[in-house]
């Protein structure tokens, strides 16, 4: 089954994307899960590295695809380190590519991304790096070859046109910036 819709942006620019779609029986559809039903875009991705491994979904409906490590790195306290995955990618034109941070190595290891999100833009084609700090004041975080170090996360984008203004429409929240919004 094929979903077809149009868009249309600034300046007027339009186009038409197309996705494909595996039906499910209607007997399990609503029973067991509703990701069939989101659209799809295939990801193109490149083994720049025997050992590479290619980004994959813990569990079905995982919005992100975990990174794997595929070189060792030793980040000692407040570090921060650049860890090749191995692989490149093909963002689809009209998306963007975001590399997130993993939950668990922040809980458990004080891991952070130094540049998160990372944005990854639909030309680039080089391979995918991850930047990790070390936020832990004591232990040296040790990575291995396939562990999973980070998220990729696919999203559509709009791209802004910036336009010059004389002035901006007022707001509710007008020019309250850092913890305006309270505790």
Same mark, same amino acid.
């Given at each position: ?8 942006? !600034? ?89 997130? !941070? ?82």
């Amino acid at each position: 089954m094929r979903l077809r819709g149009t868009w249309s942006g !600034p300046s007027g620019r339009t186009g038409s994307w197309c996705t494909r779609r595996s039906p499910a029986p209607s007997s399990i559809a609503s029973v067991t899960s509703p990701w069939h039903r989101l659209p799809s875009v295939q990801l193109p991705i490149l083994k720049l590295k025997d050992e590479a491994q290619v980004p994959s979904r813990a569990h079905e409906g995982d919005a992100g695809l975990d990174l794997y490590a595929c070189e060792a790195a030793h980040i000692g306290p407040g570090e921060r380190w650049s860890v090749g995955t191995g692989v490149g990618v093909e963002i689809p034109e009209g998306h963007a590519g975001l590399v997130l !941070p993993r939950s668990g190595l922040a809980r458990e290891h004080g891991i952070a991304l130094v540049n998160a999100p990372g944005l990854i833009d639909s030309g680039y084609r080089g391979e995918l790096r991850v930047l990790l700090l070390n936020t832990d004041p004591a232990e040296t975080f040790r990575v291995e070859p396939g562990d999973r170090i980070a998220q990729l996360l696919l999203t559509p984008i709009a791209l802004a046109e910036p336009v010059e203004a004389a002035a901006l429409t007022e707001s509710a929240r007008g020019e309250g910036g850092f913890g305006s919004s309270g505790r």
